[in-house]
């Protein structure tokens, strides 16, 4: 796609429930990363994937929070037995070759609310 | 450990003025610099990049700068308008480190009024 594409825009799920959030890098990145943005408060790195090495998943908060990107592209960020504090916009973001030469492309982002 | 800071944390001004704000980090040994806008509710917008090779990059009435060994830069906003009201961050690409390599401000909200 021409974008970096986020689904679902939104998400309200009740606490103990688990979330997948998805993201759709633009094609051919090689780097893609998940922030967190909670209300107010600047963006909070999670985890960072770069071609095919092993991800940098030390921004995690806790074990309830893992990431996979299957075949390099696609990524799903899981948030198993969700908590009201899990509440935020989670923001995905991809960039060609690691971003030292072009920057990065963020989406629109996911407002999770837990209730 | 690289510390992105911004200044001010909010800015008011009137529509027609220059503004700029400022992004200063901690640790020099970056490959860029990324201007982005954030408007409420909404992803990031990537406004320019500035490689630490570079000195300033334009777009628009949109001018950033980068001082590298002083670990500063500027994003300098002509003839302000109402439509560039929205929270202004900057962020590092950094050589390495246990945040992968983006590192953030917590950014600037600016509000143009008309």
């Known amino acids: 796609g021409a974008g970096v594409s986020q689904s679902p825009s939104n998400k309200v799920t009740e606490k103990g429930k688990d979330v997948e959030l998805r993201c759709d890098p633009i094609?051919?990145?090689?780097?893609l990363y998940w922030y967190r943005q909670s209300l107010g408060q600047g963006l909070e790195f999670l985890i960072y994937?770069?071609?095919?090495?092993?991800?940098?998943k030390s921004g995690l908060p806790s074990d309830r929070f893992s990431a996979e990107r299957t075949g390099g592209s696609v990524s799903t960020l899981t948030i198993q037995r969700t908590q009201q504090e899990d509440s935020a916009v989670y923001l995905c973001?991809?960039?060609?070759?690691?971003?030292?030469?072009?920057?990065?492309?963020f989406g629109s982002g996911t407002r999770l609310t837990v209730v | 450990k690289q510390e992105v800071t911004q200044i001010p944390a909010a800015l008011s001004v009137p529509e027609g003025e220059n503004l700029v704000l400022n992004c200063s980090f901690t640790d020099s040994a970056i490959y860029n610099l990324q201007w982005f806008r954030q408007d409420p509710g909404k992803g990031l917008t990537s406004l320019l990049l500035?490689?630490?090779?570079?000195r300033e990059q334009t777009s628009g009435r949109l001018n950033a700068s980068l001082d590298k060994s002083s670990g500063r830069s500027t994003l300098y906003i002509a003839a302000s308008q109402p439509g560039d009201s929205a929270t202004y961050l900057c962020a590092v690409y950094n050589y390495g480190g246990s945040q992968g390599n983006l590192i953030f401000g917590k950014g600037t909200k600016l509000s143009v009024k008309p």
């Open positions: 973001a991809s960039s060609p070759g690691g971003g030292r030469n072009y920057g990065y492309t």
């Open positions: 994937f770069q071609g095919n090495s092993a991800p940098d």
């Open positions: 094609s051919g990145h090689t780097a």
């Open positions: 500035i490689q630490s090779s570079q």
